[in-house]
């Protein structure tokens, strides 16, 4: 169904239909940086609410599935019900875990700049049983003391490593800097690593930069440093930063240990089943 779509918008649909074939669910930021990156828009506020409409009517006309674009801002908070105990029962099971990090020799976290990428960055951590911390820009202080907490608490022996992934921009590089200060206040100095975005992303991967905020404080310095460009994490293909946050957790975790707590997590869950079984039929 075309909709009676001009040609140019055509274009354009389906541009951001091949983009989504290759890799989905994205957000609607995600597919723009795509297209930035390969010339079909500039990077304007203009390009992105052309597109944005564009998505739309190609999503109401079924030519892009509904679910290849996600609002990660925007989701409804609902409450847990079951249908049945015994739907319950099932739930419990697939939802039991082992905490992985008695076995480890360090407890890490993964702090995101950016809510609207938090999809992907779940999925990739799932498995390792990584904390997964999402702000909008600098963290308040509720956020940074309840992170001490967790962080004193650890069998680790407060070996932390805090894995930071947000943009490359004046706040985006300050942030990193104003965690370790604030985290400092509560006696707590664990290992920050800014993984992404850099400078280096930028110049490898050939982002589509855009102009600093003239109202960032920290701008002149930034600037002076690197030049009057900024990148959203967003523009780093979805692809890249997966593997690169598997990588940088992964090379932090013994990965033996991992298995093994996986393997005793199976057994426990089949001895669950088990015991869920003999109360069915009692």
């Not at 930021?29 to 010339?39: A, C, G, M």
């Not at 990428?117 to 940074?144: K, Q």
């Not at 975005?197 to 102009?211: A, Q, S």
Request: hydrophobic share 40%; glycine share 4%.
């Amino acid at each position: 169904m075309q909709l009676g779509l001009h040609g140019k918008t055509l274009r354009l649909i389906d541009a951001a239909k091949k983009i989504l074939q290759s890799h989905n669910p994205m957000t609607l930021r995600q597919v723009f940086y795509r297209l930035v990156s390969r010339q079909v828009l500039e990077n304007t506020r203009n390009g992105y609410q052309t597109l944005s409409k564009a998505l739309v009517t190609a999503r109401q006309g079924g030519l892009i599935p509904w679910e290849h674009i996600e609002d990660r801002l925007r989701r409804p908070r609902q409450a847990s019900m079951w249908s049945s105990l015994s739907d319950f029962a099932e739930s419990a099971v697939q939802s039991f875990r082992l905490d992985v990090w008695a076995s480890q020799p360090r407890c890490i976290e993964v702090w995101l700049e950016k809510d609207a990428l938090s999809g992907i960055f779940e999925n990739a951590l799932d498995p390792y049983g990584v904390t997964l911390n999402v702000g909008r820009g600098y963290d308040g202080w509720t956020s940074i003391q309840q992170a001490a907490e967790r962080y004193l608490s650890c069998d680790t022996e407060c070996r932390i490593t805090v894995l930071y992934f947000g943009d490359f921009d004046p706040s985006g590089l300050d942030i990193a800097r104003s965690l370790q200060d604030r985290l400092a206040f509560f006696d707590c100095h664990p290992e920050i690593v800014k993984v992404a975005l850099t400078k280096e992303d930028v110049v490898r991967f050939n982002l589509p930069p855009d102009f600093t905020k003239a109202t960032d404080p920290r701008r002149a310095a930034f600037v002076e440093k690197y030049g009057d460009m900024a990148v959203e994490l967003d523009a780093l293909p979805p692809d890249i930063l997966e593997k690169r946050l598997v990588k940088e957790v992964a090379a932090r975790m013994n990965l033996q240990a991992l298995a093994e707590v996986h393997e005793h997590e199976k057994q426990e869950r089949q001895l669950l089943i088990s015991m869920l079984d003999r109360t069915r039929k009692s």
